[in-house]
C-alpha cells in the first residue's frame, strides 16, 4: 500500500456511497422506490473541502438514482453503476491532473479495496470490513451514514492534510 506523508496536500477526496454517506441500509416503499438516511453532518465536512479547492467524486456500485441525487446536493461529481471502480478512478484521476498520492478515498467494502490501496490516503468508518480497516491508515470512529464523512474531513484539515486555500 502506497502511504501519506506526514504533510502530504490531498487534491481530491473519493467516497463509496452505501455503507459511507449511509448506514448501509434501504429502506422500499410498496412501488419499489428506495430511500436513503444520510447525515447532514456529512455535507458541512463536504462543503469545507470545496471551499479548500478539493475536487469531490462519488464512486459507487449502485445505480439507484439516490446517489446521484445525493452527488447533486453535495455538489460532488458522481460515478455510479460502476461494477469495476479503479479503472474508472484511474480514468478521473487522469482527467483532473492528479497523482495517486493527491488522492484521499473513504470505502466500507470489498469493493473499495482495490481503490483504498492505491490512493495515498484511505479512511474507513467504523462499520466498514475487517478486511477494508486493515489497509486504511485512518479507522474513524463514526459509522457510515452517522457522520463519518465530517468526521474524515475534520481529520484530514486538522493535520493540514489539505490545503488552507484553493490552489
Known amino acids: 500500500m502506497q502511504g501519506a506523508s506526514a504533510r502530504a496536500q490531498i487534491k481530491a477526496l473519493i467516497t463509496d456511497f452505501d455503507g459511507v454517506h449511509t448506514d448501509n441500509s434501504v429502506f422500499l416503499d410498496m412501488d419499489g422506490r428506495e430511500f436513503v438516511r444520510c447525515s447532514r453532518a456529512d455535507g458541512m465536512g463536504i462543503e469545507m ?24 446536493k453535495l455538489q460532488m461529481e458522481c460515478a455510479h453503476n460502476v461494477k469495476e471502480k479503479l479503472p474508472v478512478l484511474d480514468a478521473w484521476r487522469r482527467r483532473n491532473g492528479l497523482s495517486w498520492q493527491e488522492l ?64
Do not use: M, W
Open 49 to 72: 473541502l470545496r471551499g479548500r479547492g478539493l475536487k469531490l467524486l462519488i464512486l459507487s456500485r449502485e445505480s439507484d438514482g439516490v446517489v446521484a441525487a445525493r452527488a447533486r
Open 104 to 167: 484521499a478515498y473513504i470505502g466500507d467494502d470489498i469493493n473499495d479495496l482495490e481503490c483504498l490501496e492505491a490512493c495515498g490516503f484511505a479512511a474507513a468508518p467504523r462499520n466498514a470490513r475487517h478486511e477494508v480497516k486493515e489497509v486504511c491508515q485512518v479507522v474513524l470512529t463514526c459509522a457510515g451514514g452517522d457522520g463519518a464523512l465530517r468526521e474524515l474531513c475534520d481529520h484530514l484539515i486538522e493535520r493540514a492534510l489539505v490545503p488552507d486555500v484553493p490552489a
